[in-house]
T-cell receptor, first 110, second 112 residues
Framework: GQNIDQPTEMTATEGAIVQINCTYQTSGFNGLFWYQQHAGEAPTFLSYNVLDGLEEKGRFSSFLSRSKGYSYLLLKELQMKDSASYLCAVPNQAGTALIFGKGTTLSVSS | SQTIHQWPATLVQPVGSPLSLECTVEGTSNPNLYWYRQAAGRGLQLLFYSVGIGQISSEVPQNLSASRPQDRQFILSSKKLLLSDSGFYLC???????????FGEGSRLTVL
């Protein structure tokens, strides 16, 4: 089956850079997703990686190493509004649904 | 553009009462549909998914059930709620052949 690990909590200050790691073990690999979820709200899509390397999208970047079963989400120039949970997810073995990690709660302080 | 709606947004139910959460998608055809639950302090747990009308896959055995009476309608039900059913329920859809999920606003259920 699919297994995903990510840190439970992280803290950072405004303007800083933070890296949120995710390691996974999967039966087959069909890409890795990152979602952002503010408290009390639904998750929203941030990024998708299927090939090794770094994908940059504004202040957010996502990295994937398939050989290491490892991904990270890099957030630059942190803002207070970046305080949220960040969820790492991979497709299930059949490719019909996403399996989510427990999420990393990021707290940004001034 | 595609939209997804689920309701009700919030509900408080006594133990043993029934449950019905409804979700509809607009602006697309033949979507994959999903129900997830997020309990306090826990991750998103996949409950059910559907690749077509009347086709339901259950991921976790429990006292919940799902139905898809129409292409863009997905319903989550229970005949008798348990305390452990409390949580944040999220409906989602995806296009066939892609993994990206689009979530509804969520329904917060408290069972007392």
């Amino acid at each position: 089956g699919q297994n995903i690990d990510q840190p439970t909590e992280m803290t950072a200050t405004e303007g800083a850079i933070v890296q949120i790691n995710c390691t996974y073990q999967t039966s087959g690999f069909n890409g890795l997703f990152w979602y952002q979820q503010h408290a009390g709200e639904a998750p929203t899509f941030l990024s998708y990686n299927v090939l090794d390397g770094l994908e940059e999208k504004g202040r957010f970047s996502s990295f994937l190493s398939r050989s290491k079963g490892y991904s990270y989400l890099l957030l630059k120039e942190l803002q207070m509004k970046d305080s949220a949970s960040y969820l790492c997810a991979v497709p299930n073995q059949a490719g019909t649904a996403l399996i989510f990690g427990k999420g990393t709660t990021l707290s940004v302080s001034s | 553009s595609q939209t997804i709606h689920q309701w009700p947004a919030t509900l408080v139910q006594p133990v043993g009462s029934p449950l019905s959460l409804e979700c509809t998608v607009e602006g697309t055809s033949n979507p994959n549909l999903y129900w997830y639950r997020q309990a306090a302090g826990r991750g998103l747990q996949l409950l059910f998914y559907s690749v077509g009308i009347g086709q339901i896959s259950s991921e976790v055995p429990q006292n919940l059930s799902a139905s898809r009476p129409q292409d863009r309608q997905f319903i989550l039900s229970s005949k008798k709620l348990l305390l452990s059913d409390s949580g944040f329920y999220l409906c989602a859809w995806s296009r066939r052949g892609t993994g990206e999920l689009f979530f509804g606003e969520g329904s917060r259920l408290t069972v007392l």
